[in-house]
């Protein structure tokens, strides 16, 4: 009864939320999804081959036939945008997951068990941090290759910092609550409390800064793909479309400005998003109150 009596307190302590969104969430959400549908069902929709070069409609201009223009190939820009608009926002997402498995197990870990676990896992994290994210992924690209798996590797290894880190923080605090040292005096094991408990009251700020990072991930593949150590032409990707038109940006600035357009609007939507859950999700009390 006064473990109930504990658990039924604390959720009285929880701010009541305002349930209405907000405007500019809604807009981000809807743009989110906009996105989501046009790179996937309205990329394969659309009637335009993003690699097709047609010579002779070289650098024309928006039109109803080439919503976005083309490019110094003949090449429809709306369909290449759309194609690598998939390809950052894939091996973003993919890298954020990767970044979650490693750095949440480890974060679980390294806050739980304290000691020397605890300071190995840091201490690594500590040396990853310090060296530069540019020169890790340009290493990487040299021993992978320049591809798309190397990006999702690159980014997920720099981003697990980041969930190490909070998952740590989170663990470390949540770890010393009573309903914690109640499951652990009915016999529960490491296992099940980690996994039951301080997981699940992990998983708000996990929430919100997976959603940052993927924010982030959308403008890292696309700077690694101008400098050319993302996905290679003749395939698109954001960033070689974007290195691609500066050559003739006085001359033909649609095509730097839609590409732009689009990593803008995926961008502050995810940012946007990611503030409306902060505010939404509060500060996590952590666990499920079960023992």
């Not at 335009?48 to 490019?71: A, C, K, M, W």
């Amino acid at each position: 009864m006064a473990f109930a009596e504990t658990w039924a307190r604390a959720f009285r302590r929880i701010p009541k939320r305002e349930p209405r969104m907000r405007p500019k969430t809604a807009i981000a959400i809807g743009a989110i999804i906009l996105v989501a549908f046009s790179v996937t069902i309205g990329a394969w929709l659309y009637p335009h081959d993003p690699n097709v070069q047609v010579l002779e409609d070289r650098y024309l201009g928006p039109s109803l036939d080439h919503p976005f223009g083309t490019d110094r190939l003949g090449r429809d820009l709306l369909a290449r945008v759309l194609a690598g608009g998939r390809v950052s926002l894939l091996a973003s997402v993919l890298s954020v997951i990767l970044a979650l498995l490693g750095g949440t197990a480890l974060g679980l870990l390294a806050g739980y068990l304290r000691g020397a676990i605890d300071g190995i896992f840091s201490r690594l994290f500590d040396a990853l941090q310090v060296i530069p994210g540019l020169v890790l992924l340009i290493a990487l690209a040299g021993v992978l290759g320049r591809d798309f798996t190397s990006v999702i590797l690159g980014l997920g290894i720099l981003y697990s910092i980041k969930i190490f880190r909070v998952t740590r923080a989170v663990t470390a605090s949540i770890r010393t609550e009573v309903y914690v040292d109640a499951s652990v005096a009915m016999g529960g094991s490491r296992a099940h409390v980690m996994g039951r408990h301080i997981l699940a009251g992990a998983l708000s700020p996990l929430l919100v800064q997976a959603t940052i990072l993927v924010g982030w991930g959308v403008v890292a593949e696309t700077g690694l793909s101008y400098l050319g150590l993302g996905v290679q032409p003749p395939n698109a990707s954001l960033g070689s479309i974007l290195a691609e038109g500066t050559v003739s940006m006085t001359q033909s600035p649609w095509l730097i400005i839609f590409p732009g357009l689009f990593i803008a609007v995926v961008t502050l939507s995810l940012f946007t998003l990611s503030d409306a859950l902060r505010g939404a999700l509060g500060r996590p009390i952590g666990g499920t109150g079960e023992a």
